[in-house]
C-alpha cells in the first residue's frame, strides 16, 4: 500500500519560512518523479515544483521561483519543499504527488497559512 505522508505545515508571518516534508513508503521511492501541489481555498490545485526521480531536472512555478526549493533524499524517501520569504497568497493546502509513467499518487496534505 502506497502511502506518502506530509509534515511542516503551520501559520507562519508573512516574510517567515516553513520547510514542508513527504515520507513516501509503499513504492520504489527512487524511481518516481516527485512533485509539490498546493490548492488555495476556492482555486484549483496548482503545480508549485518538481523534481526528477534522478534529480537532475527541478523546475518551479514562477510564482515560487527563487523562494522556494525543492529537494529530495532517496535513502529517506523523502521529498522537501523548503520555503522562505513567505507570502499571504502561498496559503494553502499542500499536497505531495509521485509519478511514474501511469502511476499517481496523492499524500493527505498540510495546511500553509502567511498570515500576520
Known amino acids: 500500500q502506497v502511502q506518502l505522508v506530509e509534515s511542516g505545515g503551520g501559520l507562519v508571518q508573512p516574510g517567515g519560512s516553513l520547510r514542508l516534508s513527504c515520507v513516501a513508503s509503499?513504492?520504489?521511492?527512487?524511481?518516481?518523479?516527485m512533485n509539490w501541489y498546493r490548492q488555495a481555498p476556492g482555486k484549483e490545485r496548482e503545480l508549485v515544483a518538481g523534481?526528477?526521480?534522478?534529480?537532475?531536472?527541478?523546475n518551479y512555478a514562477d510564482s515560487v521561483k527563487g523562494r522556494f526549493t525543492i529537494s529530495r533524499d532517496n535513502a529517506k524517501k523523502t521529498v522537501y519543499l523548503q520555503m522562505n520569504s513567505l507570502k499571504p497568497e502561498d496559503t494553502g493546502v499542500y499536497y505531495c504527488?509521485?509519478?511514474?509513467?501511469?502511476?499517481?499518487?496523492w499524500g493527505q496534505g498540510t495546511q500553509v497559512t502567511v498570515s500576520s
Open positions: 523534481i526528477r526521480s534522478g534529480g537532475g531536472s527541478i
Open positions: 504527488n509521485a509519478v511514474l509513467f501511469t502511476l499517481r499518487y
Open positions: 509503499g513504492l520504489t521511492f527512487s524511481t518516481y518523479d
